[in-house]
């Protein structure tokens, strides 16, 4: 069972930066995949960033050119330094990943850090 452990998240003004992180414990092998997902008050869940176990990363166009996710693999460790912060990216972002196996596709999710861009 793979356990996730988010931080990083505050209130923050417009323009600002903040890096979250996440910790991915309880795996014995590399994850194929991690991402963050945020949630608006209101609104469903959506996808902020993803990273594959070989490097491949995505974005979603409200972020692209703002925020950069990384990875480390050795670690089981994800990062999304988010720069140039607007007030619509204020949400609860949450860690997620990805293992599969010999039985299939196993998903994971953190229990979230909140995320407030105000002035």
């Known amino acids: 069972q793979v356990q996730l452990v988010e931080s990083g998240g505050g209130l923050v003004q417009p323009g600002g930066s903040l890096r979250l992180s996440c910790a991915a414990s309880g795996s014995k092998f590399t994850l194929n995949a991690m991402a963050w997902y945020r949630q608006a008050p209101g609104k469903q869940r959506e996808s902020v960033a993803r990273i594959t176990r070989s490097g491949t990363t995505n974005y979603a166009d409200s972020v692209k050119g703002r925020f950069t996710i990384s990875g480390d693999n050795g670690n089981n460790m994800v990062y999304l330094q988010m720069n140039s912060l607007k007030p619509e990216d204020t949400a609860d972002y949450y860690c997620?990943?990805?293992?599969?196996?010999?039985?299939?596709?196993?998903?994971?999710w953190g229990q979230g850090t909140q995320v407030t861009v105000s002035s």
């Open positions: 997620y990943a990805l293992q599969v196996d010999r039985r299939g596709p196993h998903e994971y």
